[in-house]
C-alpha cells in the first residue's frame, strides 16, 4: 500500500495550491483519507478527513470554507484545494489511509482527524510555503 503527495510549493498570501495523494496497491473505497500537516516545532494535525463510502468529511475550523478535499476514483487519487492560503497554513502535508470495517458517522471521522496515529498508511509529504 502506497500514498504520494504531490503540489506543494511557494505561494504568497492569498494564494491557492492543489495537493494530490495518488493511492497505489489499494482503492479508495473502504478506505478513510486524511489530510495533515504538521509545521515546525508543532505536532502534526488534521486538515481534512473523509470516507468517501459513507459520504462523510470533516473540516478543521482552521480550514473550513477555505479548504475542499476531493477525490477521483478513476486516477485512485485524492486531492486537497487550498484557497485563500495564509502564513500559518505553511507546513508539511501528508495524506493517509486507514482500512474502515464497518460505516462511520461526522463523529467518528472527527475523532480519526483528531487522531494521526489512527492513520496506518502515510505518504511522504509535500511542502506547502505561505510567504510573501
Known amino acids: 500500500l502506497q500514498l504520494v503527495e504531490s503540489g506543494g510549493g511557494l505561494v504568497q498570501p492569498g494564494g491557492s495550491l492543489r495537493l494530490s495523494c495518488a493511492a497505489s496497491?489499494?482503492?479508495?473505497?473502504?478506505?478513510?483519507i486524511g489530510w495533515f500537516r504538521q509545521a515546525p516545532g508543532k505536532e502534526r494535525e488534521g486538515v481534512s478527513c473523509?470516507?468517501?463510502?459513507?459520504?462523510?468529511?470533516y473540516y478543521a475550523d482552521s480550514v473550513k470554507g477555505r479548504f475542499t478535499i476531493s477525490s477521483d476514483k478513476a486516477k485512485n487519487t485524492v486531492y486537497l484545494q487550498l484557497n485563500s492560503l495564509k502564513p500559518e497554513d505553511t507546513g508539511i502535508y501528508y495524506c493517509?489511509?486507514?482500512?474502515?470495517?464497518?460505516?462511520?458517522?461526522?463523529?467518528?471521522?472527527?475523532?480519526?482527524?483528531?487522531?494521526?496515529?489512527?492513520?496506518?498508511?502515510w505518504g511522504q509529504g509535500t511542502q506547502v510555503t505561505v510567504s510573501s
Open positions: 493517509a489511509a486507514d482500512r474502515l470495517f464497518a460505516r462511520v458517522t461526522m463523529t467518528t471521522v472527527q475523532q480519526m482527524c483528531d487522531t494521526p496515529e489512527h492513520f496506518t498508511v
Open positions: 496497491g489499494f482503492t479508495l473505497d473502504y478506505f478513510a
Open positions: 473523509f470516507s468517501e463510502s459513507d459520504g462523510v468529511t
